[in-house]
């Protein structure tokens, strides 16, 4: 894939969908994401489904999206002509079932595969968040994103997980929240980002950079100036 700028679809809000904000928040993250193998966990009317996959082929991205919902659901979007044709050029597969299960049963039928991208946005309940978080973290690819939707007060549960599943598994976090200006200006962005962190922290460097500070501030004491340094002189 060749960064060169970035185009975007057709920004649309509908109800119980992502606003025109958030998607062009997601198409960045797919974009860092590397995004080969993506996951929308809730897809409901498919027009944020439809936005990502429109996103992947207009920016030449080698991705394809595993879009999961309940079974009623799925079998409610299949007819779309748009969907249909995504399906068809091998960039979408709708997913079927009940989550975590459907999620759970989606990685064991593909080991090994890396997960680049993640926008979770199905029960918006602690155990289901918590639960999908937990499966996706181990497969999820060095440069992934995980990206839950609704992270505002409005949904303590989803606050809950993520906060909760970010301290037990030290993940970074980045909560992209409307300040009220922004929210006034009608960009109401609730979306969080999750991903596994660059550099561990190793009992080394851990060690090696405290003891630097340490030297740093014992240079500036009275007992290093007036008693140790002459010592050492
Ligand atoms: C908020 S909507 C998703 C909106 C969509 N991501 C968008 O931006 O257009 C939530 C969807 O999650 C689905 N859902 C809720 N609980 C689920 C579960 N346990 N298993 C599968 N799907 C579920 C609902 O059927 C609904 O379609």
Not at 62 to 72: H, M, R
Not at 86 to 104: A, D, N, T, Y
Not at 121 to 141: C, F, M, N, Q, T
Not at 145 to 163: R, T
């Amino acid at each position: 894939m060749v960064y060169t700028e970035i185009k975007y679809p057709k920004l649309v809000n509908d109800k119980g969908s992502l606003t025109e904000v958030e998607k062009q928040i997601l198409g960045n993250f797919i974009v860092l994401s590397g995004g080969n193998v993506l996951l929308e966990l809730g897809l409901y009317k498919a027009v944020t489904t439809k936005f990502i996959c429109h996103f992947l082929e207009i920016n030449m991205i080698e991705g394809k999206l595993y879009a999961f919902d309940i079974p009623d659901v799925v079998e409610s979007v299949s007819n779309d002509p748009e969907i249909r044709d995504f399906i068809h050029k091998g960039i979408l597969e709708l997913v079927p079932g009940w989550l975590p299960h459907s999620l759970s049963n989606w990685i064991e039928n593909h080991p090994g595969v890396p997960i680049d991208f993640v926008l979770d946005d199905a029960l918006h309940d602690y155990p289901s968040v918590y639960g999908e978080l937990k499966l996706i973290w181990p497969r999820l690819a060095k440069s992934g994103f995980v990206l839950c939707h609704d992270y505002a007060g409005k949904f303590p549960g989803v606050v809950y997980a993520v906060n909760k599943f970010t301290n037990r598994y030290n993940a970074c976090m980045v909560p992209m929240l409307s300040s009220p200006k922004t929210q006034a200006a009608g960009m109401g962005s609730v979306l969080v980002a999750l991903r596994k962190r660059e550099f561990s922290g190793k009992l080394s460097s851990m060690i090696s950079n405290e003891y630097y500070l340490w030297r740093l501030l014992l240079a500036k004491t009275w007992l290093w100036k007036k008693v140790l340094r002459p010592m050492v002189r």
